[in-house]
């Protein structure tokens, strides 16, 4: 019974809007390292905590967070589409136990997902099938929101679970920091962009995905040249945020509420809950260690763009 933790940004721009080489080499860097340090551990299970973009969870039926016992990648924005090999019987005792711990969860048994849980398992682990893997998502964009105290019990019982595991666990958690793309709401749609909000957009025709796409890119160009064009980025926040993951403070967070997040970091930073989640899910197996820390903003990818790991001090030690 052992424990690895890594939380990364994702970004659909990735490969479409990108910063300068040198930026680039230095992000790719961080991401190769967290990837030798994940082979290095060798995981014989993944929970994978991460949010969706209107791809797989509509307002038909929004849970705050849902278990996947199976599991599909669309393949947005030229991330790997296909099956993550969920195993099956083990996310639904997984569901169970958090369930009798007193976390309300929904299952899925065919989870649609997007490059939220595609791009870490393509960058970190090679590939969708490289390790079996629980999809557990959380309701980032879709408001009514949860707290971070609700993302918080629900990664202290996803790893109370884990514990109970004869099994190497990697805790990865997918998404943030501060950003707020050109994420549609329900209240400030037309009828047509509603029906999509409302479910239709499960099954998108080619050219409106594409339509969608090239949305979010030139959103990210004119962001490039106009910071205020979106809600800008807020380094001050996620290193803040970053500082409180690393000394294992995240309960100071349950206080700060959904709107005042946004606010302050913009209304798609609530991905960050992922990794408040993961982190709580590690602390689960006693007091941690983070290292490898990583931060830039990158307008380009419309995202403060963090990396963390951490391992439990015992292992630390050991290692």
């Known amino acids: ?141 879709a408001t009514p929101l949860p707290s971070f105290q609700r993302a918080r019990l629900l990664g202290e019982a996803i790893g109370r679970f884990a ?6 666990v990697l805790f990865l958690g997918s998404g943030g920091l501060s950003h707020q793309p050109p994420v549609p709401e ?38 490039i040249e106009d910071q205020h064009s979106l809600h800008p980025l807020n380094p001050d926040w996620d290193q803040h945020f970053l500082d409180l993951l690393t000394s294992g403070r995240m309960a100071e967070l349950d206080g700060l509420g959904n709107a005042e997040l946004s606010a302050l970091a913009g209304k798609s930073t609530h991905e960050v809950k992922t990794w408040v989640a993961a982190f709580a899910a590690l602390s689960a197996f006693g007091p941690y260690q983070a290292s490898d820390r990583y931060y830039r903003p990158i307008p380009e990818w419309i995202a403060g763009f963090g990396s963390l790991s951490a391992e439990p001090q015992s292992l630390s030690k050991e290692s």
């Open 1 to 141: 019974m052992s424990a690895y933790l890594h939380c990364q940004s994702h970004s659909p721009l990735v490969g479409h809007v990108d910063p300068l080489p040198e930026i680039l080499r230095e992000v790719d860097e961080v991401i190769s390292g967290a990837r030798a340090r994940i082979a290095h551990f060798d995981p014989e299970l993944v929970i994978l905590f991460a949010p969706d973009h209107y791809n797989g969870f509509f307002y038909d039926l929004m849970p705050s967070f849902c278990i996947g016992t199976a599991a599909h990648a669309i393949g947005d924005f030229g991330t790997l589409a296909g099956p993550l090999p969920v195993p099956k019987a083990l996310a639904e005792a997984c569901a169970e136990s958090v369930l009798a711990d007193g976390v309300d969860t929904a299952v899925s048994y065919r989870m649609q997902v997007d490059h939220g849980f595609a791009q870490p398992l393509e960058q970190l682990l090679g590939g969708l099938g490289e390790c079996p893997v629980i999809p557990v998502f959380i309701n980032s964009v």
């Open 186 to 223: 329900l209240a400030h749609v037309d009828a047509r962009m509603a029906d999509r909000l409302l479910g239709s957009g499960r099954h998108l025709p080619a050219d409106e995905r594409e339509a969608r796409q090239q949305r979010v890119i030139l959103a990210a160009q004119r962001f």
């Open 163 to 168: 514990r109970t595991l004869d099994q190497r």
